[in-house]
């Protein structure tokens, strides 16, 4: 069996040859996208950030867009709405719970069967839920998984598809972990290690999938809340977190969802595989390169007497 320092010379090397030159084969970017006759399914669709990116995705001019998720009071309301905005027959609701395997894999089955096709997947549903952490796991971690899975599994050349996009939902505090929600930091974070993996160009190559992960900053939405704010947090390790979170709430910059939606589109005509993009302040996004892990190393007393 291989140990540590063998895998790791290993990942080395395919990171400085292998990928590097196969980049010179194929590139994972588009440039520029065509919307004209795709069909997207689109995960927690039917409200706030997945809203704004359905709404977005159909103003740009894809034929279909699937919403999943689990409230049908909501999902029937999103599907009015956006009929009334862009016509009959361009969206329909499939009821899934995201963490459940077999009912996430019957919606992306319902979905083809409907549209015939799928394009583009946007795996967005997500929770914050402090005091329940295998719940906000399993959602917004295993969730993720599994659609990212069932967007490869669905739409690779390699398995018959027309090659697609997966576009994950992460969030600022993936990147910036935040003391107010670790679980829900730690769940972003892992989001976006998920994306940076399945975006190698050594997966593109192969099935012409593309998997890019956006990182939302502070948005409108259910989940900053005040009601959210105060039951979604816990101060059973940290006296008076909540009230912190609370209080510190009213002086963030909330976004829009569509300012989301917009930068999901500026992934699809412009990212590359892999990349990660932040949406914040209602701005345009910006990608951002993560520094190689030895650039990091913290210097030590150690380190010092060697110089």
């Known amino acids: 069996m291989l140990d540590y320092?063998?895998?790791?010379?290993?990942?080395?090397?395919?990171?400085?040859?292998a990928i590097p030159f196969l980049a010179l084969i194929t590139c994972a970017s588009t440039g520029s996208y065509d919307f004209n006759g795709k069909i997207a399914l689109v995960t927690g669709g039917n409200r706030g950030i997945g809203l704004g990116i359905t709404t977005q995705l159909l103003r740009n001019g894809v034929k279909g867009v699937t919403m999943v998720s689990v409230n049908e009071t909501r999902g029937s309301k999103a599907v009015r709405l956006l009929t009334e905005k862009f016509g009959s027959g361009k969206v329909i609701w499939l009821r899934a719970d995201v963490s459940d395997e077999r009912e996430l894999e019957e919606a992306f089955n319902a979905s083809i069967a409907h549209w015939g096709a799928l394009d583009i997947v946007v795996n967005n549903a997500g929770v914050s839920d402090e005091p329940h952490p295998v719940r906000l796991i399993n959602v917004n971690s295993v969730g993720v998984v599994q659609g990212t899975i069932l967007g490869f599994r669905y739409m690779s050349v390699a398995k018959g598809g027309r090659g697609g996009v997966v576009?994950?939902?992460?969030?600022?505090?993936?990147?910036?972990?935040s003391l107010i929600i670790p679980v829900y930091s730690g769940t972003k974070a892992f989001v976006i290690g998920l994306g940076r993996s399945f975006g190698s160009q050594l997966y593109y190559n192969h099935n012409k999938v593309r998997v890019m992960t956006v990182c939302p900053g502070v948005t409108n939405t259910d989940l900053i809340s005040d009601e959210s704010i105060m039951t979604s947090t816990t101060n059973e390790f940290l006296p008076g977190l909540t009230e912190i979170g609370y209080v510190g709430s009213k002086f963030l910059y909330k976004q829009t969802p569509d300012n989301v939606g917009k930068a999901v589109v500026v992934m699809l005509n412009n990212g590359d595989s892999g990349s990660v993009w932040v949406s914040e302040y209602d701005q345009p996004p910006y990608e951002v390169e993560f520094p190689d892990r030895k650039s990091m190393k913290k210097?030590?007393?150690?380190?010092?007497l060697f110089d």
């Not at 080395?12 to 040859?17: A, G, V, W």
């Not at 210097?299 to 010092?304: E, P, V």
């Open 5 to 17: 320092y063998a895998m790791e010379y290993i990942s080395r090397m395919m990171n400085s040859i």
């Open 167 to 177: 576009v994950n939902v992460a969030s600022i505090y993936g990147i910036d972990p």
């Open 299 to 304: 210097s030590s007393f150690i380190d010092q």
